[in-house]
C-alpha cells in the first residue's frame, strides 16, 4: 500500500505522525472521523520535502491549520493530513513580524502588543493559524489579512 511508504518516509525521516488518528482531535470543533495518516513537519524543510514526496506519488493530501474552517467527514479521510501545528514560531524585530504558517493569529496580534505594535487587532478572537487566515483572507471589523 502506498501509504505505508509514506509511513516508513516519515518514520526514517524523524517526523511525527499518527495513524488512523481521529480528526475530531485536530479540529477546533472537535468533530470528524479518522484520518489514515496525520504528519506534522516541524521545519520548512521538512513539509516542502513531504509535500514534493506526496505530489510526486500523487497521494491524496491536504494542509491544516488549527482546523477551524476544514470539516473531516464522520466517515473519515483516507489521505494524508499534513497539520502545521508544530510550525508555530514567531519573531519580531523591530516594527516587523515574522510568523510560520502554523502560529495562531490571536498568539501574533498578543505578541504584537506586548511590543507595542499595533495593526494586528482584528485578529485578536478569529480561531485560525496564520497559514488558514492568509489562505482564506480572515477578516474582522475593518480588519484583512
Ligand atoms: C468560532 C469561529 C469564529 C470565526 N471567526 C472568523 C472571523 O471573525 N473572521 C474570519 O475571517 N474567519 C473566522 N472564522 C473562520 C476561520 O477561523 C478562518 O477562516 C481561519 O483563517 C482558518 O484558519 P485555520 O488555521 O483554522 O485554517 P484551516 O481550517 O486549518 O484551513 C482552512 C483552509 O486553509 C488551508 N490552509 C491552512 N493552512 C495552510 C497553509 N499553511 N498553507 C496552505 N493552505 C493552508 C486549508 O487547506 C483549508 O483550505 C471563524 C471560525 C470559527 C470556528
Do not use: W
Request: charged share 15%; net charge negative; aromatic share 10%.
Amino acid at each position: 500500500m502506498i501509504l505505508d511508504e509514506i509511513v516508513d518516509y516519515l518514520s526514517c525521516n524523524g517526523v511525527s505522525f499518527e495513524q488512523n488518528y481521529s480528526t475530531s482531535k485536530l479540529s477546533f470543533l472537535e468533530i470528524g472521523g479518522p484520518a489514515r495518516l496525520v504528519a506534522y513537519p516541524k521545519s520548512k524543510y521538512e513539509l516542502c520535502k513531504l509535500l514534493n514526496k506526496l505530489t510526486h506519488k500523487a497521494i491524496k493530501f491536504i494542509v491544516i491549520g488549527n482546523c477551524s474552517n476544514v470539516f473531516f467527514s464522520s466517515f473519515g479521510y483516507d489521505g494524508v493530513v499534513i497539520s502545521t501545528r508544530l510550525l508555530n514560531e514567531i519573531h519580531i524585530s523591530g516594527n516587523s513580524i515574522e510568523a510560520l504558517c502554523g502560529a495562531l493569529v490571536t498568539d501574533c496580534a498578543v505578541l504584537s502588543m506586548s511590543f507595542g505594535l499595533s495593526g494586528l487587532e482584528f485578529l485578536c478572537g478569529i480561531p485560525g493559524s496564520v497559514g488558514g487566515a492568509v489562505y482564506m483572507n480572515s477578516c474582522a471589523y475593518d480588519g484583512k489579512i
